[in-house]
């Protein structure tokens, strides 16, 4: 008897949690597109950001149908792939682009919130050290965006209502917009900004919890992305029109003009203002003339929770980039180096790129109007041509109204991205590059596989068909082994599988022993991958075969990206009442970053399994 383990990580991402991986990217736009909508629109900007928030609920609309009818993934790498590799590919590529991108943007805006000297310096070294963190593994993004989230909505609305008795001066002061069709439509262009979080959440599905009454075979989580959707898009719009009304009551502010292609904005003793334009109206609204000390404490309030939030959001685009460069690499369309892992189950190179590339940037550019002008081109690229390759496909089961909808937004987008090739020189070369090097290195990894084939036919022709077979069949002898079965997962060869093997046969259980392939991210090819084709997990089964001496051992393989959860998932469905576990060789400060992994099982196994620690 073999058992096959669950490769699909278990569905645990609830709505809370979905909406945070959302929030992190809409959530921190606040931060900097109120800034830069006033710098190129002044005391008319409000329309700008009006008709932000309308495309933001438009984008938002479109991935509520996305995630509903792309339950196992809906980024645009995955959703397009099935229609056009190529798309895919320009797509990838682009949403990498963006993902870069907002990791520097990001942590340079959090910077300039915090007004440290040299913001960019500081950037680049919170990058590098975010980066180093996650050599130990991916850091948590869903719970830690959580963690930001809370905090930073509530000082959101706090920062509200401090303004809702301004809005009547906000209203007096705003302007309408001046200047013609074509240059208001490059101002509103210049401010599409912080949409790529939709791309995140569309990707997340596959872990999502599943609708009540539908099951793996047939998926559908719109009961978690909807409300996870809808709830955010409601915060941002509301409160980012809200924020960006009130703002038109902040007197005498200026734009600097110094640069005519990257316009800054100045405050009566605050120059520069439009980098960290939330913490002045914290200053200005809650503090005021008359209470400069609470204005100054509450403008630091708003700094550091935003400046984690934007923190929060670079580890986000720093475990997204690793794991689309990891799944590309997966699908031939990088070289396979973007596949090896260190010891941790992180791709080395992957994680090199995904940090070196971000702190040139910030260093390079190292203003927010520069950085805002690469961004939106990677992420209305990304999302145009997800909601074009999905409006158009008739496949898939979209309503007359979803895909109307869809696909006027999709015309939207394409202009945008069409105006952002014209008018942002920079984003153009940028955009550029980044595709042409990534064709270059899809080009070597198709170089390289015609190779790898090439040599694995003649390497087969030189073996004897006879030599060619599979490994030996268990053989055991059920009739000492009529306990509850008992679990043991195991890394390797070693002292734990001596000790399950030996605990199996003196109390009569039957073991199921558990290896587990980690991975950043599954493929399809790796959900369908067998032990026997996994050459430590088959030294390890015949190593135990030879061990247990005809006591019952079933080998049990899984190939996942959450291994605590595999663990815990595939005990209980084998009903093991022991999980064996060999003590974490890692200590002190490695330990430490990567987590423990008795303790992250500990905390979800279900209470009549026992747990077994062999140190």
Request: with cysteine.
């Amino acid at each position: 008897m073999i058992v096959a383990g669950n490769t699909r990580r278990p569905r645990n991402v609830d709505v809370p949690r979905a909406a945070a991986i959302l929030y992190g990217d809409w959530g921190t736009s606040k931060a900097y597109v109120i800034g830069l909508a006033f710098a190129v629109g002044g005391y008319a900007s409000f329309w700008l950001i009006a008709a932000m928030c309308v495309l933001t609920a438009l984008v938002g609309i479109n991935y509520m149908a996305i995630c509903k009818h792309y339950p196992d993934g809906g980024g645009v790498y995955a959703s397009v792939r099935h229609r056009s590799v190529i798309i895919s590919i320009v797509g990838a590529f682009l949403l990498i682009a963006d993902y870069i991108v907002t990791a520097a943007l990001s942590a340079l805006s959090a910077f300039d919130y915090l007004k440290v000297p040299h913001p960019a310096l500081f950037a680049a070294v919170a990058i590098g050290v975010i980066g180093f963190l996650n050599v130990f593994g991916p850091r948590s993004t869903g719970g830690l965006a959580f963690f930001v989230s809370v905090p930073t909505a509530i000082v959101v609305l706090l920062l509200g209502i401090f303004c809702i008795p301004h809005l009547g001066v906000a209203v007096h002061h705003v302007q309408p917009l001046a200047g013609g069709f074509f240059k208001n439509w490059k101002g509103f262009v210049g401010v599409v900004l912080a949409l790529s979080g939709v791309e995140a959440i569309a990707n997340s599905t596959g872990v999502m919890k599943l609708n009540p009454g539908t099951s793996d075979a047939n998926p559908n989580v719109s009961k978690t992305s909807t409300p996870a959707i809808l709830w955010v898009m409601f915060e941002v719009c509301i409160f980012t029109a809200l924020l960006g009304l009130a703002m038109h009551a902040l007197p005498d502010m200026t734009i600097n003009s110094t640069d005519p292609l990257n316009p800054d904005v100045d405050a009566p003793g605050n120059p520069g203002v439009r980098d960290y334009m939330l913490r002045y109206m914290a200053q200005f609204f809650i503090g005021g003339a008359n209470h400069p000390v609470i204005g100054h404490w509450a403008g630091l309030i708003v700094s550091w929770v935003f400046g984690l939030l934007l923190l929060s959001a670079v580890n986000t685009a720093i475990v997204d980039l690793i794991a689309i460069s990891f799944l590309m690499s997966r699908d031939g369309e990088l070289p396979p180096r973007f596949q090896k892992l260190n010891k941790f189950g992180v791709p080395n190179l992957g994680l090199i790129v995904a940090t070196v590339i971000p702190m040139i940037l910030v260093m390079s550019v190292s203003d927010m109007g520069g950085l805002a002008d690469l961004y939106a081109v990677g992420v209305v690229g990304a999302i145009a041509t997800n909601l074009g390759a999905c409006s158009t496909d008739k496949k898939l089961n979209l309503v007359t109204w979803e895909r109307a909808i869809m696909f006027v937004t999709f015309l939207i987008m394409l202009g945008i991205e069409i105006s952002l090739f014209a008018y942002k020189p920079s984003a153009r070369i940028f955009a550029m590059s980044v595709l042409l090097i990534g064709l270059i290195l899809r080009g070597l990894a198709a170089e390289y596989a015609s190779r790898a084939k090439a040599a694995k036919e003649t390497a087969a022709a030189k073996v004897p068909a006879e030599a060619v077979h599979a490994p030996a069949a268990f053989n055991f002898d059920m009739t000492n082994a009529d306990g509850p079965p008992m679990m043991c997962a195991v890394r390797g060869l070693g002292k734990t599988l001596d000790f399950a093997i030996d605990e199996a046969r003196q109390t009569h259980r039957p073991l199921y022993l558990l290896f587990i392939r980690p991975l950043p991210v599954l493929t399809e090819q790796d959900c369908k991958k067998k032990w026997q084709e996994d050459d430590e997990a088959r030294t390890v089964f015949m190593a135990a075969q030879s061990k247990a001496m005809g006591h019952p051992v079933f080998p049990c393989y899984a190939v996942s990206d959450s291994v605590a959860d595999t663990i815990v998932d595939i005990t209980a469905t084998m009903g093991a009442s022991y999980l064996i576990l060999g003590a974490p060789e890692r200590q002190g400060l490695a330990n430490l970053l990567r987590g423990n992994i008795i303790r992250s099982i500990t905390d979800i196994l279900p209470d009549d399994i026992h747990l077994l620690v062999y140190a």
